[in-house]
């Protein structure tokens, strides 16, 4: 396994760990805030029935559950924990593939200052030299698949 401490360690790690979760995007469940359960589901009433096939169709099932004392009021942490539960399964592949992206841009970043910092082939001007520069850095900043 990579090591976590490095941005792509860390990324490696958590696209793994989101690989192998139910798939996404995931909800709070209506009337029951303290489940989540596949986005799909969120308006499926909890519970099971003696027939696997109707209870695919039928009930919710959820994905985390955090125990509720019903007969008082939920604290508002709880819910901003499901929530927050709730919405990693689609924020984190995201930022995995923002942080990626970042990385291949960098890489070609490097590569353009490793091919200006080499000394000049010709007998060329300052100003050409500078233009050269200019070129290869607006070519490294432009957004490549």
Known sequence: M???KTPLGLVKEARAYADKATPGPWAQLDGFPEYV???SERGR???ASAYPEEDARTYAHPIARRWVDRSVPMPMRLLDDMAFIARARTDVP???DIVEAQGRQIERLRAVLLEVARPPRGLHSPAQELYDVQRYARAALEVKP
């Open 37 to 39: 359960v596949p986005a």
């Open 45 to 47: 009433p909890l519970g």
């Open 2 to 4: 990579s090591d976590p």
């Open 94 to 96: 995201a930022l995995c």
